[in-house]
């Protein structure tokens, strides 16, 4: 069963820096692109990054471009996100997914002061 | 590319036939999905490819179209198809249409 996890939460201040990340099983990890998408609290989904099986490419939403960083270790079936000078407007719920079919339940993201 | 997705707010009874609507600003080549996303929890992926049906979705969900138009239909309502849906579209960049919230009339 493909099961998607994520962590790294948490209530931060602007301008702050965190790292998510998605733990992954019951699939070959390594075979797959993995994304980013969020959810603003009350709000529709945004696509925010995709990264090839390899890491040989990489893709963000304009919102997020030069602010985080997506990458991945297959050797720990992990996928992350590192975000940096965070804002107001980046509070969310962040999900990983594999393939458009599969979630994670997401991990919460608070930007306030 | 840019999704347009209409009504946002849909209000119908159980069992009618429902017919939700996702416009791109360019073509999309059918590289259009629909997601259904319930209160709390995570979308679920109902149909990829403009038409074909994610394993284990009720046949009562359908997907047409081609280009710029897309359309997710329920054939017959159920109370648990009550929900918020999205498309989504990954010919060109991948983005997420702002949603229509189907509600109970």
């Known amino acids: 069963e493909v099961q998607l996890v994520e962590s790294g939460g948490g209530l931060v201040k602007p301008g702050s820096s965190l790292k998510l990340s998605c733990v992954a099983s019951?699939?070959?990890?390594?075979?797959?692109?993995m994304h980013w998408i969020r959810q603003a609290p009350k709000k529709g989904l945004e696509w925010i990054a995709l990264?090839?099986?390899?890491?040989?490419?990489?893709y963000y939403a304009d919102s997020v471009k030069g602010r985080f960083t997506i990458s991945r270790d297959n050797s720990k079936n992990t996928l992350y996100l590192e975000m940096n000078s965070l804002r107001s407007e980046d509070t969310a719920m962040y999900y990983c997914?594999?393939?458009?079919?599969?979630w994670g339940q997401g991990t919460l993201v608070t930007v306030s002061s | 590319i840019q999704l347009t997705q209409s009504p946002s707010l849909l209000s119908a009874s159980v069992g009618d036939r429902v017919t939700l609507s996702c416009k791109g600003s360019?073509?999309?080549?059918?590289?259009l999905a629909w997601y259904q996303q319930k209160l709390g929890e995570a979308p679920k992926l109902l149909i990829y490819?403009?038409?074909s049906l994610q394993t284990g979705i009720p046949s009562r969900f359908s997907g047409s179209g081609s280009g710029t138009d897309y359309t997710l239909t329920i054939s017959s309502l159920h109370s648990e198809d009550l929900a918020t849906y999205y498309c989504?579209?990954?010919?060109?960049?991948?983005?997420f249409g702002g949603g229509t919230k189907l509600e109970l009339k």
């Open positions: 997914a594999m393939r458009g079919a599969y």
């Open positions: 019951g699939f070959t990890f390594s075979s797959y692109g």
């Open positions: 990264i090839y099986y390899d890491s040989s490419n990489k």
């Open positions: 360019q073509n999309i080549n059918n590289y």
């Open positions: 989504y579209q990954y010919n060109n960049g991948w983005t």
């Open positions: 490819k403009t038409n």
